[in-house]
């Protein structure tokens, strides 16, 4: 049987956890988070995520954490890897696991998750922050070993101007990958058919930057396009976690309007 390995994107639905430069840090754990879970399958990995779309558990932060927790407890996960974005002066990468290190476990796969993710980080120019160990909800909560890993600082610009770009985040997911599957003893030179990660996969019909992961989107993006509501940059890129201005709102919101009353006969 495959071994059980839970990616938790930190925060999503009202709780967007760290915010700037335009991004929102629910967006980013995310799309890391899918593309991770892409990666990891291609080593035959059984991969659940905490959450597949823009929502929490729960509202109430505690009650949130500790469901987050009793996902992976339920699965009876091999590894929980929990993605955040940081914030609040500084650059860069740092990795936790659970104070005390009652886990001996967790501290052997950090070494090894720690590596992987601090190279591609460095590869990029922005520094490695170092292993950590804090008294974090959803370490204490998880029966299993666990890491929680800060990707980069959003309010940031450098690391920000990173975090929205496609390659960066295919390339830190692909190292979450494979520092998971090391640390996990599955790691095994990559299937055959696994596309580079500078070519992600295509989803979409019309766009290049719907990507594996984004499944349960592509379809509604697909439509939008095709009744003429929301169309990408007209360079086959929807952008899919840009935000998006009162104006393109109210652009958007028309054309859906319009194409009701078309329907209608009206
Ligand atoms: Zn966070």
Redesign the pocket.
């Given at each position: 049987m495959a071994k059980v390995i839970v990616i938790d994107p930190?925060?999503g639905g009202l709780d967007p956890?760290?915010v700037g430069n335009g991004l929102q840090?629910k967006d980013v754990t995310l799309a890391i988070a899918q593309r991770a879970s892409y990666f990891l399958r291609q080593y035959g990995a059984d991969v659940r995520l905490t959450r597949a779309g823009d929502r929490t558990f729960s509202t109430d932060k505690h009650a949130d954490l500790n469901a987050r927790a009793e996902f992976a407890n339920n699965a009876q996960a091999a590894y929980f890897v929990s993605i955040?974005?940081n914030a609040g002066g500084g650059s860069g990468f740092e990795s936790y696991v659970m104070t005390g290190m009652a886990d001996e476990e967790a501290g052997r796969r950090q070494n090894i998750m720690h590596r992987e993710v601090a190279e591609a980080f460095e590869k990029a120019g922005l520094p490695d922050r170092g292993k950590k160990t804090a008294n974090f909800a959803v370490l204490r909560l998880t029966n299993m070993p666990a890491i929680l890993l800060e990707c980069g600082f959003i309010d940031r610009d450098e690391d920000a101007t990173l975090l929205r770009n496609r390659t960066f985040i295919d390339s830190i997911a692909e190292a979450i990958a494979r520092g998971a599957a090391k640390a996990m003893g599955i790691f095994s030179s990559p299937l055959v058919d696994n596309p580079s990660p500078n070519q992600p996969q295509v989803i979409s019909k019309y766009y290049k930057d719907i990507t594996p992961g984004m499944e349960w989107a592509a379809a509604s993006v697909d439509k939008l396009f095709e009744r003429g509501i929301m169309r990408g940059d007209g360079q086959g890129n929807f952008r899919p976690f840009d935000k998006m201005t009162r104006l393109e709102a109210a652009v958007a919101l028309n054309h859906a309007i319009e194409y009701v009353l078309k329907q209608l006969g009206r």
């Amino acid at each position: 049987m495959a071994k059980v390995i839970v990616i938790d994107p930190g925060h999503g639905g009202l709780d967007p956890g760290a915010v700037g430069n335009g991004l929102q840090e629910k967006d980013v754990t995310l799309a890391i988070a899918q593309r991770a879970s892409y990666f990891l399958r291609q080593y035959g990995a059984d991969v659940r995520l905490t959450r597949a779309g823009d929502r929490t558990f729960s509202t109430d932060k505690h009650a949130d954490l500790n469901a987050r927790a009793e996902f992976a407890n339920n699965a009876q996960a091999a590894y929980f890897v929990s993605i955040h974005i940081n914030a609040g002066g500084g650059s860069g990468f740092e990795s936790y696991v659970m104070t005390g290190m009652a886990d001996e476990e967790a501290g052997r796969r950090q070494n090894i998750m720690h590596r992987e993710v601090a190279e591609a980080f460095e590869k990029a120019g922005l520094p490695d922050r170092g292993k950590k160990t804090a008294n974090f909800a959803v370490l204490r909560l998880t029966n299993m070993p666990a890491i929680l890993l800060e990707c980069g600082f959003i309010d940031r610009d450098e690391d920000a101007t990173l975090l929205r770009n496609r390659t960066f985040i295919d390339s830190i997911a692909e190292a979450i990958a494979r520092g998971a599957a090391k640390a996990m003893g599955i790691f095994s030179s990559p299937l055959v058919d696994n596309p580079s990660p500078n070519q992600p996969q295509v989803i979409s019909k019309y766009y290049k930057d719907i990507t594996p992961g984004m499944e349960w989107a592509a379809a509604s993006v697909d439509k939008l396009f095709e009744r003429g509501i929301m169309r990408g940059d007209g360079q086959g890129n929807f952008r899919p976690f840009d935000k998006m201005t009162r104006l393109e709102a109210a652009v958007a919101l028309n054309h859906a309007i319009e194409y009701v009353l078309k329907q209608l006969g009206r």
